[in-house]
């Protein structure tokens, strides 16, 4: 496979910025210079279906904002003539790094932010890697699976009189954005709130990263309605063009619900009425062996290369995208 997504797979900070300096169209800092870090949204197209893309909620998931950065590179170059009918029917509004501080954090521990150079995928290193999230969690409570969405003040200074690194699911504040939606006690939900709010997009879609196969996620409702049947019909299509490009992939899950409840697509959809994904793209790393029994044929593919990371993103965006003209 080329390696065409590859050049720029580094996501540091430094790559947006410098993609912020280049791009030939709008782009602001939503947080309008107040945050620790700018939250930059890149806009284009002037069509009228207004869509919103989100990547890097987790600083260890570093496959949304290579996937995001290299799609807006290729709208300046127009390298894919696939892309040229976006501009005159959508307006796209995409935030490659929404926790900027945490993916500075996962990269001061992974420096090429690819889980795979530095981890096998065995028990042993598992849980180095589960702690480079959730450090707090281990160091604190001993106990693995604890994972607080907003620690407490008295945690936060025992963290920094221990000198324990805040866990990259989290943000400066030391709050998960991924549970804060309904909460708001990050200023980067409250900050995409009111923009969502704002702007009605007709989709929203939120680009994470997982230890299984790639996934893709519908909201949460008490009952299926036509919407939500849309959306995994979409959801569906999207997973078998993986498929038919043979990028890895669930070799059989549905498009459904994540498991966890309450996460942005839920809030956008059940609370703004935005129709929502959440995508769940392979982390360049898999849960280890002890999980084969849970996940199943879940467990065969193996993890992506940081190229396929990329082009995955890519390839989703481009044709949803296409899926909706
Ligand atoms: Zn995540």
Redesign the pocket.
Known sequence: MSEKYSEKWYPAYEDLLELKNIWPFQVEDLFGGSGKYPLLNFRYGKGPRRIVFIAR??GH?PAGTSGTIAFLQSLVTKRDERLNNIEDNFTLDIIPMVNVDAALRYANVIPDSYAKNRFEENEEDYIEYKNIMTSPGRDLFNNLDMRENHLKPSTIAEMKSKEIPLGTLYNEQAVEI?RDWKEQNARHTKTLTKFMQNKKPEYFIDI??HERPTTLYVPYTEEIDEDIKALSNCGDKLLNILRSKNIPCTPNKKCTHYVVHGISNDYMYNNLGIKSFLWEINAGYKFPPSFKKVLGEDYLPRSLTRNEMTETVYELMLNFLHLQL
């Open positions: 909620v987790h998931e991924a994470h990263c």
